[in-house]
């Protein structure tokens, strides 16, 4: 066809304005779906920190502060949950599982998770994944701390290093005469428990045996006496729970939520997750609206330049006049142009985001625990690709329109 | 009208659009068939004016313009423009072919546009060639490159292989040789006689150059058959 030939040809001729056109609509695209991809990947990667776990349990809070506080290692519980408490819950019939959580001493930074060896089995992320050893094992004695790889990273603790908690979160006070020896290390994850040492819910129990209130008491027991006496916790900050059938959650929920003992909240993590995206997603949306600012840019800076050019082209459009154009067809044609550089852009746009997201998927993935799948263009993505280019014909309706009434009022004579 | 007529125009009035009160006033004028005719007219004589009247790029506000038998002035544009490209070849002064195109592309255009003219042709790019080669460029020069790298006289050739190009009824050339050298001038109305004879097409050359007189059928000033008139200046 020989007008596609001529578009092309009118095109290449103007190659250099052409192509950076092009670039600019293509970096525009690619951040577009860019965002696109790391947004869904966040928030997937987000609602992916927790699973397998049926329900989160914890003093009467708000769910999104129990989630925070409870798998995040955001924020502070506003009360324990007894001993007692979490063992009536634990025989519940409907219960499978229960994981005690204890939570309130730091280390250097890094929250301490006081627990069972049973929470390395139990904890599952992105759909189903379980916790790694790099090295060491799981709690072998009373004093055995489990290390999440970016305390490690950051730290640069190896295996069998002492390590001293401290009481509170930020806090100057330091439990030094019963120091924790790590005794393992997890692998990365891109969840919170990379920033947290994990230590057994009886070690954080002997370091606080000889404490009274929020202060030493005065005759303190040494790490070997302490592991003489009773250590079985008193209260824990929050509970996982496991279900013996998904169709009883919400019978079980209602049940811990109506628990008449102590005022206790259950959680389903995916609910609390979803309410705490829907205020994490602001920002997700200011993202994609900025990015969609920035394909608005770069659709006007197309615009701009055709339009610029359209006063070298009148000799152009007298030509086709004279040979028996009409002012449509040259309408047609510049908004054809517009489309054919929206689309090149749309297509270049794909391959730098393709080649961007291979060269970051691994970076993302270790650094913020953003796991973005390989997957092909989605049908939200080819809506996308068709909506930029049907707004690059859209935006060519302004010259082309001016083109019109260009070749209208000047017909074959320019006088140039 | 009679068939035997290429172009004639008859009580002819155009005003200009807007307010500035110019208007060109032809009574008559006929072209006959075959013939070559020789306008002669000093720029700013109304000469583009007449000639978009002619091509139907502008609409007169009275009178016709009838071209091989049909009065163009009464066709819709879209029909105009049709019509034009059936029955109308153009040669510019200059800059008449699309740069980045290749010349044979600019000298196959007019095709597009016309149905008929492509009937008259069992291959348009043979005979596009044939006739370039008539007028002296090769094929090489036809196919390779934009038309831009051609020399200004070459260019002036293709721009006579696309207005040829399927047998039109009427030829219209706008000073056509100015941008010429005064010996690529003569060759090149030499040229353009023989191929418009051949093609059996009418001729109506516009231009200020007296010198080219005699070589036409008829030289017509173009003040002694067109009234422009300008409004009093404020």
Known sequence: MIFARLAFRSLAARWLTVSLTILAIALSVALLLGVEKIRNGAKASFADTISGTDLIVGARSGSVQLLLYSVFRIGNATNNVTWESFEDIREMPDVAWAIPLSLGDSHRGYRVLGTTAEYFDRYKFRAGKGLEFTSGVAFDDVFDAVLGADVVASLGYKLDDPIIVSHGIASFTHHEDKPFRVGGILAKTGTPVDRTVIVSLEGIEAIHVDWVGGGRAAGSLTAEQARTLDLSPKAITAAMIGVESKLRIFTLQRAINDYAEEPLLAVLPGVALQELWAVVGVAETALLGVSLMVVATALIGMVAMIFAGLNERRREMAILRSVGAGPGLIMTMLIAEAALIAAAGAAVGVAILYAGLAALQTWLDATYGIYIPPTGLGEREMITLAAAVAAGALAGLAPAARAYFISLSDGMSVKM | MTEETALALTNLRFTWPGSTGFTLEVDAFTLPKGERTLLLGASGSGKSTLLSLICGISMPSAGSVTVAGTDIARLSRRRRDRFRAENIGIVFQQFNLLPYATALDNALLPLRFAPNRRAKL?????????????????????????????????????????????????????????????????????????????????????????????????????????????????
């Open chain 2, 122 to 234: 069992t291959d348009e790019r043979a005979e596009a060639l044939r006739l370039a080669a008539a007028l002296g460029l090769d094929p090489a020069q036809m196919t390779s490159g934009g038309a831009g790298s051609l020399s200004v006289g070459q260019q002036q050739r293709v721009a006579v292989v696309r207005a040829l190009i399927g047998s039109p009824e009427l030829i219209v050339a706008d000073e056509p040789t100015s941008a010429l050298d005064a010996s690529a001038q003569a060759s090149f109305v030499d040229t353009l006689f023989t191929h418009v004879e051949a093609a059996g097409a009418s001729l109506l050359m516009v231009s200020h150059d007296e010198r080219l007189a005699d070589r036409f059928d008829r030289t017509v000033r173009l003040e002694d058959i067109a009234r422009v008139k300008k409004a009093a200046a404020v």
